[in-house]
């Protein structure tokens, strides 16, 4: 936490108040000023050694990717909930990376054209784009006749890619 020019690192151990028998986090304030390495252990034991002002702009880049971060999880969680809806027709979807943002790929599980489920991916690709609740994403749709691995891996972006199961 990054609050007034110092860092408040939280500490690994929480102690009871003996008086209050509350819980209480402990914090290890560092200097940003001070350009001496400290070693930072997290809590699945990776160790990172920076100085408290490469630890103070981490922070604040994490502070940054939050609201970007839940976004994505709704985001997510909306496509699954469209898939259900749409299960019978879809043989694979996947989200990726691209260069303007993400891509939802649908491949659907016949080669002729489905205008009902062509209308539904348009309805919310718009949806997507309107809503509030996703104003930092960018995303683009497009849907795929069955098709051979080979040919819809094309689209998608190596290591960057989440699929739908």
């Known amino acids: 936490m990054f609050v007034g020019g110092r860092l408040y690192w939280p500490a690994h151990i929480q102690r009871v108040d003996k008086?209050?028998?509350q819980t209480i986090s402990e914090y290890i304030q560092l200097n940003v000023e001070d350009e001496k390495g400290?070693?930072?252990v997290t809590y699945d034991h990776d160790r990172f050694f920076i100085s408290a002002s490469e630890a103070a702009c981490a922070c604040k880049r994490h502070d940054e990717t939050k609201p970007f971060q839940e976004q994505l999880k709704k985001l997510f969680d909306h496509l699954a909930e469209w898939l259900k809806g749409h299960r019978e027709k879809i043989e694979k979807a996947f989200v990726t990376v691209r260069e303007g943002g993400l891509l939802f790929l649908v491949v659907r599980n016949s080669v002729p054209y489905d205008s009902e489920i062509e209308n539904s991916l348009l309805d919310l690709d718009?949806?997507?784009?309107q809503a509030s609740g996703f104003d930092l994403l960018a995303m683009d749709v497009l849907a795929l006749?069955?098709?051979s691995e080979e040919s819809y891996q094309a689209f998608?972006?190596?290591g960057c890619t989440w699929e739908y199961a």
């Open 19 to 21: 008086m209050t028998q």
């Open 156 to 158: 998608l972006a190596p």
């Open 38 to 40: 400290q070693c930072f």
């Open 126 to 129: 718009i949806e997507v784009a």
């Open 145 to 147: 006749p069955l098709t």
